[in-house]
């Protein structure tokens, strides 16, 4: 390869070089942005599960809540479109509600808050420095989901904790700082993606942020 060769492919590399790392600025200053004003988030959610075991998916679809109640605190309501339950984490209990049954499973968190309110802030609400204290951060590239360009970030883990089965997070990003699609994927080959469609912002009475519940309900505490 001649001298002229080489310097072009060198000048080549060294622009696609620059061009990724100013889209990488430009996704974690929106990324900030948007954590610096978030309070709530209201969206539409459509949920994938894949089990790698038996190869399958499954899909449900929920509105789902996010609060941020205060500086790395959380909470988080999901209610299920098709009216057989949700779930519900409120800072303190992680509550799971069946209408089939008419149960709730209630879990007291206590002392795991700060792990939980990690992930449950996972792409909502956020910052930069935030997601780089605990993941090994990639910025893979601009990708479209649902027709909308995105920055997609890869997150690894720093360290094990036993308290998630968390292998990877993929997060994308809209231009607006908002996250428009997760996938967690396990050690198992198991994953979930999450997909978020009309997205409004704005803080959330608490008293929204519960799982509306029969009075007959059953509680079974864990």
Known sequence: ???????GVFALTLAGLMHAADSADAAFAHIDAAAKSFKGMTADLTDTEHNALVNQ??????????LRVKAGSMRAVITWDDGSGGLEYN??????YSAKTKTVDVVN???KQSTINKYVALGVGASSAELKAEFDVTYVGEENVGGKPTSHLKLVPKTHDPASSLKQADLWYAS????????????SGDYQVMLYSNMKLGSIPEK?????LPKDVTVQKH
């Open 109 to 111: 968190l206590s002392g």
């Open 57 to 66: 998916d499954e899909v449900n679809k929920a509105l789902v809540k996010f």
């Open 176 to 187: 607006n700082g908002l996250v428009v699609q997760q996938k967690i994927s396990h050690p």
């Open 91 to 96: 800072g303190k209990e992680g509550k799971r």
């Open 1 to 7: 390869m001649n001298r002229a060769i080489k310097l």
């Open 208 to 212: 929204e942020m519960e799982l509306k």
